[in-house]
T-cell receptor, first 110, second 114 residues
């Protein structure tokens, strides 16, 4: 069983659409939660942390449900520049290592 | 400029050859990590170091070695014992942050076997 599972995608949406990504994690002791964005052939870049109370950064909203071990990312008013792979990530252990989902590919179409 | 640098960007390895990937940071972060990414897969942890002169194996350490003689540097050697080394290698550092710890990545090295 994968430790972090994401929607397989790919998601192809028109500009202006709202799109949601979901993720589940298996380690209930996971400490911190993140969404990273990875462009083709580039390194992952931190998009946002995810907090239990839910948090928003512009068009992006992240939610965490610790009881269900579920994380989500909502992107509103999609832009062409949002096209990328979105990685669900949990931080765990004394080493604060990151465990990654395999990513969900998003393509925003004109 | 502050940040994490990795070199080279592309590296070609011949059969039976050891190669070393460089990772340097000037962020003054204590912890550094090496991850490997294969196509269509998430990143997997190879080695990590939480402090100078100390490092620990991650989930897929076989065929790799590291050193941490300086805070700024955490080189990764891919040995001939690593039978499937072709991958995208990413170095990261951990920022303790005011509210939460996060990891930031260097630009990566693509290793190809000839």
């Amino acid at each position: 069983r994968k430790e972090v599972e994401q929607d397989p995608g790919p998601f192809n949406v028109p500009e202006g659409a709202t799109v949601a990504f979901n993720c589940t994690y298996s380690n209930s002791a996971s400490q911190s939660f993140f969404w990273y964005r990875q462009d083709c052939r580039k390194e992952p870049k931190l998009l946002m942390s995810v907090y239990s109370s839910g948090n928003e950064d512009g068009r992006f909203t992240a939610q965490l449900n610790r009881a269900s071990q579920y994380i989500s990312l909502l992107i509103r008013d999609s832009k062409l520049s949002d096209s990328a792979t979105y990685l669900c990530v949990v931080m765990e252990g004394s080493a604060r290592q990151l465990t990654f989902g395999s990513g969900t590919q998003l393509t925003v179409l004109p | 400029d502050g940040g994490i640098t990795q070199s080279p960007k592309y590296l070609f390895r011949k059969e039976g050859q050891n190669v070393t990937l460089s990772c340097e940071q000037n962020l003054n972060h204590d912890a550094m990590y090496w991850y490997r990414q294969d196509p269509g897969q998430g990143l997997r942890l190879i080695y990590y170091s939480q402090i100078v002169n100390d490092f620990q194996k991650g989930d897929i350490a076989e065929g790799y070695s590291v050193s941490r003689e300086k805070k700024e540097s955490f080189p990764l050697t891919v040995t001939s014992a690593q039978k499937n080394p072709t991958a995208f290698y990413l170095c990261a550092t951990r920022d303790r942050g005011e509210y939460q710890e996060t990891q930031y990545f260097g630009p990566g090295t693509r290793l190809l076997v000839l």
